[in-house]
């Protein structure tokens, strides 16, 4: 207790020194109410308050970045048809959003502590933006920084020879946060059958195991942005291995989660083909990835293959205006019908994204689609109006379509509309 | 002398006013394209956005600008209030004589990315005030066709009054404006008023410079006003703290210092 004395006095004695102008604050205060508008059963999904606090400082000879959140759910206050584990992680919730070092030494900043790194130049789509997991208790949402998982690490940026040179090594693994068993969006990875029974995660101790370390070199040439990437790290997502295991109630079949290391390399560009319309591309490589298989047989269920993505996309300028279309294909080298994902899984998106009134009102709308595999199609659409500095209001609504068993479709009955009203101060 | 001989010193003459006219103002508006003004200029800058209602939003940003060779490079960063705290902007203009687009960034905190932004439409409002993003560029001289119109005093200054027309379609298609004016002071080489014209020919929107003082030997608007006559509402560009030749590192002008942000840590202290 007296050495959090100390260390409280210690901060606020540094908070108050310099100038106020020194130690910046910012903040912002959000009423948010969301329900569902397709399902057999309407209901108010979310309905309460979401706060978030950031705080910079910057001297000639450091910087300090902190930015937290509070999220609190007044839904769990009645009786909603959630799980007592959704309740107890979603009722309360606070969540760092980044917060770390910045230090200028050799030619480098030297960032150390828990940051958002994003690589590539794809918008809601995560070809190198690998990096960081997310978090899907809300499934997917218009804005990623919303949802993605800041995590520790230490990094570098600096220029090297006119190459713009960021490295990175995380200490530690983090891997994606599914959805809550019994909440809103909760994503049943393993089957509930009989027979079949969850085993604990593979975990990984040493630090040789958990580590990842990245490198991006990002170029500007006279019409043409040129990124090289690349990444050493260990799926955010799991895959399920599969055992034959046995205790005093007999032999069941036990699945275990299991996140693999691979390597990716990996390239974006953006160049102006016209001159309202910029040309974008994304490309990696990743020569062995683990996939799961559709019938493991007496093997562990998993195979090693290579996969690449490529994706393309036209961004076109009209006033106050953006449109963008993007067309990625995910490819698995040396596909064979045994594996459970297919062999090119496309996607498609259009956006649109624009300001009107002066500024005041801002509208964004995303349509994304995987019509070949069956996953089905996610349209969101967000207006934000700004009454003045201080006071906005957003409304938004996100239908989600496609088979039950498809990425979005297995959630289209749980489409939402909403209204946000935020004060920042 | 005969007719024919009267005609053509009447056509001559005639062209060789016009000639003069056009050359006068293509060398006026070279001069303020040219004119001095540092190695670097570093500054903050208000953008207050008034409506004919009475409500005013204030952005705060850095203006900082360095001159390259055969470039000019442009870093804005916005760091009040908190709704656009953060987004910044870049932009490369190079000399008119290389012939080549300038190039446009933009990074947005919401999506942690630096975003090229396409070049040939610049009519979008610069956060939602009366600029529109042409009208932060450079002087082009060449995009136009100038004729200089007379001589008018503006602010109390002896300005020279030049009309311009955009010399292609794509140009217009790039500004949204079919016709400006300019009004450029004779002794400072600084354009002082200008006025832009619609589709419609309708005057639709005036810039004024309202302050203009000396920063270290060169002639600085540190204020100017950009008014729309047909919506009434009004943007005002106020430059303090202007400072010229500061020593902005070259950081300050590549694509991290967007995501990492401008402040005091990367900024010279000397400023």
Redesign the interface.
Known sequence: MRCLNWMAAGLAGWLMSGTAAAHEFQGELTLRAFGRVSSDTPLVNYAGTRMQLRYEHHTQGFSVYAEGRFRWNGVFMGDPPYSQAARDAYEFAFDLREAYVQVPWAGFDWSLGWQQVVWGKADQLRILDQINPLDLREFVLLDMKDYRKPIPMLRLNGMVRQWETELLYVPTFTPIDFAKPGSEYAFQLIPNVPGVRELPSASYDNVGERGQAGMRLSRSFEGLDLSLVGLYTRDSIPVLSQSLEADLLGPYVGLRKQYHRFFMAGTSFAAPVSGSTVLRGEFYYIPAKTFMLKDAGLSDGLERRGEVAAMLALDYTYGNWLFSVQALNRTIIDWAPRLSNAENTPTFTVSAQGNSFDGRLETRIFLAAMPVTGDGSWLQVKNTYSFDDHFSTAFVVDLMQGPKDGFFGRFSDRDRVGLELTYRF | MNIKHIITLALAAAFSGAALAAADADAILKAVRDRPDGKDIYSETHLI?A?PGG?V??RELFYLQKDYPGEERLTLYFKA???V?GVGFQSANYDEAAG??D?Q?LYM?????????????K???F???EYAYIDLDKLRVGDYQQTVTGSEAVGGRDCWAVERVPASA?II??TGYDKTAVWVDKERNLVVKQTYYNSAGVLFKTMEAARVEQVQGIWTVMESVMTDHLSG?RSTLRFDNVRYDVGLG??LF???VLQ??V????LP?SR
């Open positions: 956005l409506d409500s939003r204030e209030p908190s709704d705290k080549k687009d190039e960034w905190p919401a999506f942690r990315q630096v975003r090229r932004i396409a070049t040939g439409d009519r979008g409002s956060m939602g005030s794509d298609a790039k509402k070259d950081e590549q694509q991290r990492g942000g402040h005091e840590g990367n202290s």
